[in-house]
């Protein structure tokens, strides 16, 4: 199995088993999770691969069915889709581990085709992220699409309703995307994304191409929920069962986030995107807007999972925020954000899952008391919220300094402003919950004194508490490592002629 | 400057935090819980005292532990500076650790292997930031401070610890995200690096308006310091367990706010700096007007810990008062009062405890006559009084005496009356409270007189650091060679 | 008004996106808000197809040489045909719209038997 297949292994053998483990599930419902494990393994494999490969010797271009481009579709892997492959494929595989006992509790009747969904789910992501062709980044959009539209469905009651709001704004994304596209195509003739790159520059002036780059954008913001296109992610992902929302909430936005940037840089040039077009100040504003709007809206929730879901449409504001502010430290923080914001979601909607898989519940009430019962579990919340707050060091703080940086370097203080502030809000939101876990319900601690026995602990299993302990290790080791990914990775991600 | 490098910096700040999961697992056992606190205590201490001769002689350690951002590193450097820090703390913990164990015991305090633990971490903490080279490293282990005192902070957690917890955060959490870490940005914006530098590396790379902005944003920032109008967390903090106030609210907390500006004023900006730009003047008014403030607020209070609260806010201040006169003595008073202040408080607090355990009480006007029955303690109140109000024959005088010399030298005479109007105002808190504690009227004594100590463990380490706080006026080494060091690097 | 009728089928585009846009932001009941959904995707491949055609009597793209070795010695003139390419894709494209309709239409049974209406606002009203 030679390297150089791996960027089209990565991609198949996850869509293969997909295959493999509906049948055997068949059969008996136990072989699906080891199945799954497996080829996510295999996935994982395959992308860190690529990306050391990617390190050593550049951009790799895979043709499939070996037929050329731009007629033919390939695969392009830089630095920028090397980093992001990893992250799906590793939050891909520790959700799966993870997943077992929730799934077992919420959905035992539908073990296979849970696990199937899962697994296209995971096949639609990296294929979105190792694609060069801007049709089959539509295609693979909508796989990932439909599978997460029917995983969010199967969770609690109201998930099926605010699954199908997703549907219908989804699809109103994709199809701006799939206009643009088109819009692209008919001034170009080609779909290839570095075709259009060399074919692009001589028709900058023209207001098809402005148009359809509009459209794109749009179509992704929605994919993206950036403000204010957000409505359908708190009620998709609140409901949603936990293991989906683990792996859909550090994803999907990420991965939007990172078509972004590869239809700004990649396929039209910054010199477009930043010059020609007027408007990215105006972006920026509106990532202050979604900023401030997340932060706001998330303090006035008393579900903890909705909660989540607002704060995880501030962090899309900090990232989109952070690439038109077009300079280098701002893109910087962008991308290491993607990264970290992967991790640090992931951290905590484990917990939510881990609470709702011991409580039975996600609002405020069922927190009560976790410190003492659950130990382990919220230790690593802490790393978690730590890393929400930006203190070192977590990675949160190194995402957060260069944001900063690129802020004060843009001299953009309304959005360096909108930074801290979240920051702040983070704050008081997890001391919130910080608060309630640790001190109520309140007892009289004197009156029991010296003979007063301490709750049981009554922590969750292991099968859920060891991912979550080794997402909350990563996010202080990423944290240290951080000069080694940026100097090794991130810096060759940022197109040249961004200062 | 010469430098040597050693992992010691490194080994002086993971000790104490190796040693949490040994608490955790002695959880069962409190007598061996407290004596591996002790050991992690007085191996913390070695490691301090063993770079002392080095830096005497001049020479600096540094060790870099992990380039973070390309360009930045965690990295300590252990200066004449960071090591009186470092000397206060390291040594204060030992006795602090002693305290603890008395007072936890005497009121059978639940959680206490967390408190331990954290307790632990919070030293780790301190001494990183004693010893950090640069800003970030700084910020870093100052953060980590912040959060490891919060469980501390709301030990009891009821109610009211709840509260105060989050005025604790609000102030501390959202002066450093809010107002330190843009400040930093900005200067690394500026500079281009973050290196603690002998004038600072601020200089000449922009304009006054911008920069007295920035330097605002970090004394502000760093709340810890407890400079006024972001002081209130401090008498708030009040009700975390004596121990904890005693030591992270008179010597670890508030000093590393203090050290940290220090730290800012002399290896961010450098004195030159400031004097060209005159914002001398800016500091002495903040200072001027928190130690005022501070005194007279403390002159109206009645819970003793309350008192002992704005006293240190006030004294807080003095110290980078000195380093806001600009002056030779100035900075060396303002230095040696880190050291000075930190013994004194410390057994001031002690004192209030001890009181807490053996009666009960927590306001002054219930201890009247209280001398009768706990003699030894109030006679260490005493001198420890007499250190901080600056009265021979303890240490406290020394420090007080290089303020005065200093802001003669540098021509501030206001900041002479401040000084000396402070100090009367100090006596005037605290010398009523000794007196009615010794000399009243045996019909309003609310004691009987029999001498009821509060358990050993509570007494022997007050006495000790009293006593001290005499042995420092006649012996301020090694502190005052330290910071005389210190003074004459950044000055010539 | 010329430039009406040469670019029709872009017109047509804009009024069926409209329509569907507005079915699906403004109608109540969910099946018409899928309706509207259908809509909305059905504009976009006539877009695509419409961009296929040429004007001037273009065929579809058969080649009317056979196979074989013969075709390759008869030079293809592109001017003749239709273009392919964007019928291609819109077979995927119609794949993916039916596939979403019938996933919409899933979750709108499911919501049926659940709450027994498929109006939006009687069923907000239960589950408050």
């Known amino acids: ?499 | 400057m010469e430098t040597i490098t050693s992992i010691k910096p490194l080994l002086a700040v993971l000790v104490s935090l190796s040693a949490v999961p040994i608490l955790v697992t002695s959880n069962r056992i409190p007598n061996v819980r407290e004596a591996w606190t002790f050991v992690a205590a007085v191996v913390k201490f070695l490691i301090v005292v063993s770079m002392l001769p080095t830096v005497l002689n001049g020479i600096e350690i540094v060790y870099t532990v992990a380039e973070v951002i390309p360009g930045l590193a965690i990295k300590f450097r252990v200066d004449a500076l960071g090591m009186l820090f470092a000397l206060v703390s390291s040594s204060l913990w030992i006795i602090t650790s002693a305290y603890s164990i008395g007072y936890m015991r005497g009121l059978k305090e639940h959680s206490q292997t967390r408190y331990f633990c954290y307790f632990a971490v919070c030293l780790s903490a301190t001494i990183g930031v004693a010893f950090s080279a640069n800003l970030l490293t700084l910020y870093l282990f100052y953060e980590i401070l912040s959060l490891a005192t919060y469980p501390l902070v709301t030990h009891h957690q009821d109610p009211e610890a709840r509260k105060s917890g989050r005025k604790y955060l609000l102030y501390i959490v959202g002066g450093s995200i809010g107002l330190a870490l843009p400040a930093m940005l900005i200067s690394y914006n500026l500079a281009g690096t973050l290196e603690f530098a002998k004038q600072g590396f601020l200089p000449g790379t922009a304009s006054s308006s911008l920069l007295v902005v920035v330097l605002i944003m970090f004394i502000f920032g760093f709340a810890k310091a407890a400079i006024m109008p972001f002081h209130s967390w401090l008498p708030a903090a009040m009700v975390a367990p004596t121990p904890v106030s005693a030591l992270l609210h008179a010597v670890a907390v508030v000093k590393v706010g203090v050290f940290s500006i220090v730290r800012v004023l002399t290896g961010v900006f450098g004195t030159d700096l400031l004097v060209s730009f005159d914002f001398g003047g800016i500091i002495i008014t903040i200072c001027c007007v928190t130690i005022l403030l501070g005194s007279l607020i403390a002159l109206s209070q009645d819970g003793l810990k309350r008192l002992l609260a704005f006293s240190t806010i006030a004294q807080l201040s003095y110290i980078v008062l000195g380093i806001g006169l600009l002056s030779p003595k100035g900075l060396t008073g303002g230095m040696l009062h880190i050291a000075m202040h930190a013994f004194g408080k410390i057994t001031l607090f002690f004192c209030a405890g001890a009181i807490f355990v053996a009666t009960g009480k927590k306001n002054i006007s219930e201890m009247i006559g209280i001398g009768r029955r706990m003699p030894v303690t109030m006679g260490a109140f005493f001198i420890a009084a007499l250190s901080i109000t600056g009265v021979p024959p303890c240490g406290g005088f020394w420090s007080k005496w290089y303020l005065l010399l200093g802001s003669l030298e540098a021509d501030q005479m206001a900041v002479v009356v401040v000084l000396l109007g402070s100090s009367f105002l100090n006596a005037c808190y605290f010398m009523p409270i000794v007196y009615k504690a010794f000399f009243c009227k045996p019909e309003d004594a609310l004691f009987e007189n029999k001498v009821q100590e509060a358990p050993a463990f509570c007494v022997v380490p007050l006495v000790i650091t009293a006593v001290i706080s005499v042995v420092f006026l006649f012996f301020p080494e090694p502190f005052l060679k330290l910071a005389t060091m210190t003074v004459s690097s950044i000055m010539g | 008004m010329e430039f009406i009728v040469a670019k029709y089928n872009y017109w047509i585009v804009i009024v069926l996106l409209m329509i569907g846009l507005y079915a699906m932001i403004a109608k109540n009941n969910l099946i018409k808000k899928l309706i509207g959904m259908c809509i909305f995707q059905t504009a976009v491949i006539l877009f695509y197809v419409s961009t296929a055609a040429k004007s001037g009597g273009a065929t579809i793209p058969i080649i009317a040489h056979g196979h074989g070795h013969e075709a390759a010695a008869h030079a293809v003139h592109a001017i003749d045909y239709v273009n392919p390419l964007p019928h291609v894709l819109m077979l995927t494209a119609i794949v993916v719209a039916v596939s979403t309709t019938g996933v919409a239409l899933a979750l709108i049974m499911r919501i049926y038997k659940r709450y027994g209406t498929v109006e939006e606002d009687e069923i907000l009203e239960q589950i408050k």
């Open chain 1, 1 to 499: 199995m030679s390297s150089a297949q791996f960027p089209i292994l990565l991609v198949a053998v996850p869509l293969l088993s997909a295959f493999i483990l509906n049948i055997a599930g068949w059969f008996n419902k136990k072989y699906c999770l080891p199945i799954v494990i497996v080829a996510l393994v295999g996935s994982v494999y395959a992308s860190f691969g690529t990306l050391f490969t990617v390190l050593e010797e550049g951009t790799i271009r895979y043709r499939l069915g070996a037929w050329l481009p731009p007629f033919g579709i390939e695969y392009v892997v830089d630095h920028l889709n090397g980093l992001v492959l990893c992250i799906v494929s590793s939050v891909g595989l520790i959700t799966a581990i993870y997943s077992k006992r929730s799934v077992e509790q919420e959905l035992p009747e539908k073990v296979p085709q849970f696990y199937t969904l899962y697994i296209l789910l995971v096949t639609g992501l990296l294929g979105i992220t190792v694609t060069g062709d801007a049709f089959n980044l539509y295609v693979l959009l909508e796989i990932a699409a439909l599978t997460a539209y029917a995983l969010l469905a199967v969770g609690e009651d109201r998930a099926v309703l605010s699954s199908f709001h997703y549907v219908i704004m989804g699809t109103i994304g994709a199809c701006f995307y799939l206009l643009g596209v088109g819009f692209l195509y008919i001034k170009t003739g080609s779909l290839n994304m570095i075709d259009l790159h060399g074919l692009l520059p001589e028709l900058f002036g023209s207001n098809v191409i402005v148009v359809g780059f509009a459209m794109i954008m749009i179509g992704v913001w929605v994919k993206m929920a950036f403000f204010p296109l957000h409505g359908w992610l708190p009620n998709a992902y609140t409901y949603a069962p936990s293991a989906t929302s683990c792996l859909v909430a550090p994803l999907m936005t990420k991965v939007s986030v990172y078509v972004m940037i590869r239809i700004m840089f990649s396929v039209f040039s910054p010199e477009f995107t930043f010059e020609v077009l007027a408007f990215r100040h105006i972006i920026v504003w509106l990532a202050v807007a979604a900023i401030i709007a997340g932060s706001l809206l998330a303090l006035v929730q008393t579900d903890f999972k909705k909660m989540l879901t607002y704060v995880v449409v501030a962090e899309v504001g900090y990232m989109a925020g952070g690439v038109w502010l077009a300079n280098t430290a701002a893109i910087t923080g962008a991308i290491l954000h993607i990264l970290n914001d992967a991790l640090m979601t992931l951290c905590l909607f484990m917990t939510a899952g881990i609470i709702v898989y011991k409580t039975k519940g996600h609002q405020f009430e069922h927190l009560k008391g976790l410190y003492r019962t659950m130990p382990f579990t919220m230790t690593a919340f802490t790393v978690g919220v730590l890393s929400m707050m930006g203190v070192p060091p977590t990675c949160g703080f190194f995402s957060k300094w260069y944001l900063i940086l690129g802020a004060i370097r843009a001299e953009h203080w309304v959005f360096m402003g909108a930074l801290l502030f979240s920051s702040l809000v983070n704050a008081v939101l997890f001391f919130r919950i910080i608060e309630i876990a640790f001190f109520e319900p309140f007892t009289d601690h004197h009156a029991h004194g010296h003979d007063h026995q301490p709750e049981p602990i009554d922590e969750a299993p292991l099968s859920m508490v060891v991912p979550l302990w080794i997402v909350a290790a990563a996010l202080v080791i990423v944290g240290m490592y951080t000069s080694g990914i940026v100097t090794k990775v991130i810096q060759f991600a940022i197109p040249e002629g961004i200062v």
